[in-house]
């Protein structure tokens, strides 16, 4: 079975311009999670998806973080535009239905905010 | 909101010994899960061991433990003949046992384990 699929792995980009990751869950998997994480620490969650609609995006920073999973399956999360603190790696999960189910992690894209 | 806690940012182990990873959360809810996830350098994120509240018993899984205090809210995580492979940050994390809603995983900042050959 193949994993979570993530690209670009890793990204460098000046503040103030724009940059978008893409994401592809396990085959069958309805629920994707996108999580920050910054250097030193755990991963915080931006947003979970449950098909294609937002179950929770309280901690998205809605003024320059956008996401979008419209068919359901892939998902993009784009930073617009990008802040000094925005250096982090993003990782994306997926699981199956909603439950004790694990979340199965991508192997995260590094960005650097210059 | 739930919050998780690791007090050791480094921890370190001889191979074959074994070392206790610790882990305090804070909550009100009585019904949630447990976590333990290794996230070795460069590479992605793997469960290592799940606890449900609701059970007393303390999970295992091969050379991983857990010792659940619920009442302590205190989630330990004990690894016994430490392997070179084993050396990885280790994250504690908390998620709700709310249906319907976020099931989001709230995590520690984690520990740093180094193993000794």
């Known amino acids: 079975e193949a994993g979570v699929a993530q690209s670009p792995r890793y990204k460098i980009i000046e503040k103030r311009q724009s940059v978008a990751f893409w994401c592809n869950p396990i085959?069958?998997?309805?629920?994707l999670y996108w999580y920050q994480q910054i250097l030193g620490q755990g991963p915080k969650l931006l947003i979970q998806?449950?098909?294609?609609?937002?179950?929770?995006d309280s901690q998205l920073p809605k003024d320059r973080f956008s996401a979008e999973r419209l068919k359901g399956v892939d998902s993009t999360l784009k930073i617009q535009p990008a802040k000094l603190e925005d250096s982090a790696v993003y990782l994306c999960?997926?699981?199956?239905?909603?439950?004790?189910?694990?979340?199965?992690f991508g192997p995260g894209t590094r960005l650097t905010v210059l | 909101a739930q919050t998780v806690t690791q007090s050791q940012p480094e921890m370190s182990v001889q191979e074959a010994e074994t070392v206790t990873l610790s882990c305090t959360y804070d909550?009100?809810?009585?019904?949630?899960?447990l976590f333990w996830y290794k996230q070795p350098p460069s590479r992605q994120m793997i469960l290592v061991i799940r606890q449900e509240a609701y059970k007393q018993q303390n999970a295992t899984e091969n050379r991983f433990s857990v010792n659940f205090q619920k009442a302590a809210k205190s989630f330990s995580l004990k690894i016994s003949d430490s392997q070179l492979g084993d050396a990885a940050m280790y994250f504690c994390?908390?998620?709700?046992?709310?249906?319907?809603?976020?099931?989001?995983?709230?995590f520690g900042k984690g520990t740093k384990l180094t193993v000794n050959p």
């Open positions: 998806f449950q098909n294609n609609g937002v179950v929770d």
């Open positions: 085959s069958g998997h309805a629920t």
């Open positions: 909550t009100s809810e009585s019904d949630y899960y």
């Open positions: 994390a908390y998620r709700s046992e709310y249906w319907g809603g976020s099931e989001k995983l709230v």
């Open positions: 999960a997926s699981n199956t239905i909603q439950g004790v189910n694990e979340q199965f």
